[in-house]
C-alpha cells in the first residue's frame, strides 16, 4: 500500500524560508508508468493548484508560475523522498501544501487519487501579512 508524509510546515515572515519534506513507500505498489512527486496546496476559500512537481526518473520539473525563482522542487531517488525548498515567502503563499504521487503528462505531474494512499494529510504554511 502506498503512503505519503509530509513534514516541514510552519509559520514565518514574508521574505522567509521553509523547507517541506515528503516521504513515500509502498511506490512499486502505484500503478502510474511515469510516476512523479509533486507538491500542491490549497487556500481558505481557494481551489487547490498544483505548486511543482518532478518526474522521478528524468528529473524534469514543473513550478506554478508566481512560485518560479523562489521554489525548487528536488527529490532524493533512494529514499522517495521529495523536497520543496521556499524562499522568499509571501503572504500569498499561506496555504495547507500536500504532497502526492502521480503520473507525469505533458510536463505536469497529475497526482493520483487520495482513496489509494497517494495523497499526504498535508502541512500548513503561514506566512502572516
Known amino acids: 500500500q502506498v503512503h505519503v508524509t509530509e513534514s516541514g510546515g510552519g509559520s514565518v515572515q514574508a521574505g522567509g524560508s521553509l523547507r517541506l519534506s515528503c516521504v513515500a513507500s509502498g511506490l512499486d505498489k502505484s500503478v502510474f508508468a511515469n510516476p512523479c512527486m509533486g507538491w500542491f496546496r490549497q487556500a481558505p476559500g481557494k481551489g487547490r493548484e498544483g505548486v511543482a512537481g518532478i518526474e522521478r526518473v528524468s528529473t524534469t520539473t514543473y513550478y506554478l508560475d508566481s512560485v518560479k525563482g523562489r521554489f525548487t522542487i528536488s527529490q532524493d531517488y533512494a529514499k522517495n523522498t521529495v523536497y520543496l525548498q521556499m524562499d522568499s515567502l509571501k503572504p500569498e503563499d499561506t496555504a495547507t501544501y500536500y504532497c502526492?504521487?502521480?503520473?507525469?503528462?505533458?510536463?505536469?505531474?497529475?497526482?493520483?487519487?487520495?482513496?489509494?494512499?497517494?495523497w499526504g494529510q498535508g502541512t500548513q504554511v503561514s506566512v502572516p501579512s
Open positions: 502526492a504521487i502521480g503520473a507525469w503528462r505533458g510536463g505536469y505531474c497529475y497526482p493520483g487519487s487520495p482513496d489509494a494512499g497517494y
